[in-house]
């Protein structure tokens, strides 16, 4: 073909050639455009000009066809039951944020991926075929970033392990919830209210609630906690520190000027930026967005007796304290102690910090009432 398109291509340029010639006065013995310039750069240029033209053409064609085969080819799936099932169908791979306990039914001829956290699978009839390499798999834990086929007469139960996952759903499943804190709830309300906006991830809203929190992310939800977000993406203050990315300079900086937070290395002028933080650093910020003190002649608490003090002032529960002495901190838990910070009361007044933050502007009364609303999480206790 491609020979075909450079002889058809090379004719209509020794025409066009001819024609401008002719039109411009030109004679054989003194043409105005040279032989060697329609064989060479000329035809070279308009051949190149017509195949890119060809090629754009064949891939929008191609496209066009493989979405309108797809399309036809899930229709007759689903009427010829080789995608079968009951519950909710998904027609192309979607998200869907589960929590501990959660189980997902997947029928015959439907797709499935982890993308994050941890997730048992169990088959009844046949297995699933994990189409990464063409095995077999039947029951145990689930591998992130690998697609999964339910095959013929087969029923996939997949149970999630962790305190939240992530999946990616093509076909027909149905959810049966647990009774297992919500944190994927929590951190929806704290995204409509502004306080939770999740990183760059592609997948899970970026929630990244499966993920460890660093020492930025922590100050950055305690800034939002006191209301002082906007204060610090408006200073002038210099970072003082080496290894803060320029985009959370500020955030730093403004903590660090109105004496916030210290670095992890004075001698070296570290932050600390993608260090892990602990259950006990975390709840160190949350102690101080409410007034206690850490410093000074007479502390309300230190650093590391943080939890054990956070149980005795109230703030958290006997099953707050034990889930964040027993199990991983995660960015789950961040949302959770966040979300339940909002309604403790400051240790030097009978105001909440909700209230503070809907008196100063910084959240609408309406909005926060409304998502509370709309969120049925009870606090562990």
Request: charged share 20%; net charge negative.
């Amino acid at each position: 073909m491609k020979k075909r398109v450079i002889a058809v291509v090379a004719a209509s340029a020794v025409t066009l050639c001819t024609a401008v010639t002719i039109a411009v006065g030109g004679t054989a013995g003194d043409p105005m455009l040279s032989k060697s310039y329609i064989d060479g750069a000329y035809t070279v240029q308009t051949i190149s000009k017509a195949e890119e033209k060809i090629t754009l053409r064949h891939d929008t064609l191609y496209q066009s066809a493989e979405e309108t085969l797809k399309a036809k080819n899930d229709d007759y799936l689903t009427r010829g039951g080789l995608v079968t099932g009951d519950g909710t169908y998904q027609a192309a791979f979607s998200d869907l944020r589960v929590k501990e306990g959660d189980t997902v039914r997947i029928e015959t001829g439907s797709g499935f991926l982890l993308l994050a956290g941890d997730v048992e699978l169990s088959c009844t009839g046949n297995k699933t075929i994990d189409l990464s390499n063409g095995w077999e798999k039947g029951n145990g834990a689930l591998t992130a970033g690998r697609r999964y086929l339910v095959v013929e007469d087969t029923v996939a139960v997949l149970t999630v392990t962790s305190p939240t996952a992530v999946l990616s759903l093509e076909g027909y499943y149905t959810l049966t919830e647990s009774s297992a804190t919500d944190y994927n709830a929590l951190a929806d309300g704290l995204k409509a209210l502004g306080l939770f906006k999740g990183s760059d991830t592609g997948y899970g809203f970026g929630y990244d609630l499966e993920a460890k929190p660093t020492r930025i992310q922590a100050l950055i939800m305690f800034l939002r906690l006191i209301g002082e977000e906007q204060a610090a993406l408006s200073t002038t203050a210099a970072c003082p520190f080496t290894d803060v990315p320029a985009w959370c300079q500020p955030y730093v900086a403004y903590a660090y000027e109105q004496g916030l937070t210290k670095g992890v290395d004075d001698a070296a002028m570290l932050f600390g930026t993608a260090d892990y933080v602990t259950a006990g650093q975390y709840v160190t910020f949350i102690l101080r967005a409410l007034g206690y003190q850490d410093s000074g002649d007479t502390p309300d608490f230190t650093w590391d007796t943080a939890l054990q003090r956070g149980m005795d002032l109230g703030i958290l529960t006997a099953g707050e304290y034990k889930m964040l002495m027993e199990e991983p901190f995660l960015r789950a838990q961040v949302a959770y102690l966040s979300y339940f910070a909002l309604e403790h009361t400051y240790k030097d007044r009978a105001e909440t910090l909700q209230t503070q933050l809907t008196t100063s502007g910084v959240l609408d009364a309406a909005d926060v009432a409304a998502v509370r609303g709309g969120i049925d999480v009870s606090r562990l206790t």
